[in-house]
């Protein structure tokens, strides 16, 4: 047989799938590991889906989405950021970020296009880039710097075949949310050098201490920014697979083209109940905000206690402890706390170099659970790890 496609086989499988597996075959195991919502989409959004589906929107709609949803977007982006998108020609409909970042990327991307990416940093992200044709290229970030993008770091990574800059925040999967101030220095780098942006803000509602930056309303940063976002995290919405893409006409043209040929539209049924969670107010998600909040205070709070260093993640609900102090790296620690304590969590490793040392322990979990696992991890500490010499 032929080979098949070089470079997806050249792609190693997601390293959180792998341990999320392993959980899933052993008994009384507390996942920190997948970044799911433990809540269930407010009953007023599955109820318009239902009501969809019983009035029959199984049909496909427009490839660019309802007119209706993208308007509410648009129009969400304008109240909280003072983005400034035009529903009818800057807007798509997607079926999660996921695809937004795939096409993202391959309307971008040229065969041999790089695109810079800080890490650690989510785990799609360099292979899409592979995927698209690009080079991805990789620039650290350090926990020293609670994790914020050095500019002068890029910058010295930028090469005549540098396309775009990739960056999430709040970031998967250490918290952190990039100072407005990086974000103005990416965007002053990005017109000096002539590069695109990609900002996935999936996180954005998710946010404790200082607000969001939407990098789009940034000056000199809209037309050469792409901006991903979806309803997954903020509205407990994972499995009905919504999000959007907001860009240039030309840009977001081109999007819709790869997007007609391929997925044709989101889901007609998720997108109706994506228009009733925009449509009323943000009591629930700012109810589970708050309960995000609540958790993570209570469980960095206990991972220090257990003597572990862990940075404040300021959004997502991730926690990106340092686990240097055991003696072991991200991979054994994950692999012996699993199966000694029936706790998962995800190496750091798998998001990059720059992750090694460190674990990625998803809060998005019931507090009962989160305070058992402290204690789990505290046990394993003191059986495991080097810990337990200067004790």
């Not at 999320?20 to 269930?40: H, N, Q, R, T």
Request: hydrophobic fraction near 40%.
């Amino acid at each position: 047989m032929k080979p098949l496609n070089s470079v997806i086989a050249a792609c190693p499988p997601s390293g959180i799938r792998r341990f999320f597996d392993i959980a899933a075959e052993m008994d009384d195991v507390i996942s920190l590991g997948v970044g799911e919502p433990d809540f269930v989409t407010p009953w007023r959004v599955r109820e318009a889906g239902i009501y969809a589906l019983e009035q029959g929107y199984t049909t496909y709609t427009s490839n660019a989405g309802l007119p209706r949803l993208r308007e509410l977007i648009c129009a969400d982006l304008a109240k909280r950021y003072g983005a400034d998108y035009d529903p009818g020609s800057e807007c798509l409909i997607t079926t999660g970020v996921s695809e937004g970042l795939d096409l993202a990327l391959r309307v971008l991307l040229n065969p041999g296009d790089e695109v810079i990416v800080p890490e650690p940093c989510y785990v799609a992200y360099e292979p899409c880039v592979a995927f698209a044709g690009g080079t991805p290229v990789r620039v650290p970030t350090r926990w020293e710097d609670g994790f914020a993008v050095d500019a002068d770091v890029v910058e010295a990574a930028i090469t005549p075949r540098t396309k775009a800059i990739l960056i999430g925040s709040p970031a998967n999967p250490t918290g952190a949310v990039q100072p407005r101030a990086a974000l103005e220095a990416l965007v002053r780098l990005a017109e000096e050098h002539d590069l695109y942006l990609i900002s996935d803000e999936i996180y954005d509602r998710l946010t404790y201490t200082g607000g969001h930056t939407c990098l789009g309303t940034l000056p000199g940063a809209r037309e050469r920014t792409v901006l991903l976002g979806g309803f997954s995290k903020s509205h407990a919405m994972t499995g009905w697979r919504v999000g959007w893409i907001c860009a240039p006409e030309p840009v977001a043209e081109l999007a819709v083209r790869v997007h007609q040929y391929t997925m044709l539209c989101a889901p007609h049924i998720s997108q109706l109940a994506a228009v009733e969670a925009l449509s009323a107010p943000d009591d629930e998600v700012d109810a589970m905000v708050a309960d995000y909040d609540r958790r993570r205070r209570v469980f960095v709070k206990g991972l220090r206690e257990t003597g572990l260093d862990c940075p404040e993640p300021g959004g997502a609900f991730y926690a990106f402890p340092s686990i240097r102090s055991s003696g072991m790296d991200s991979e054994t620690f994950a692999e012996r706390l699993l199966h000694a304590e029936h706790v998962a969590v995800v190496p750091g490793s798998v998001f990059g170099p720059s992750g090694e040392g460190h674990i990625r322990c998803s809060y998005a979990t019931a507090l009962p659970l989160l305070e058992e696992a402290l204690v789990r991890i505290d046990r394993f500490l003191r059986t495991h790890g080097q810990r337990n010499a200067s004790r």
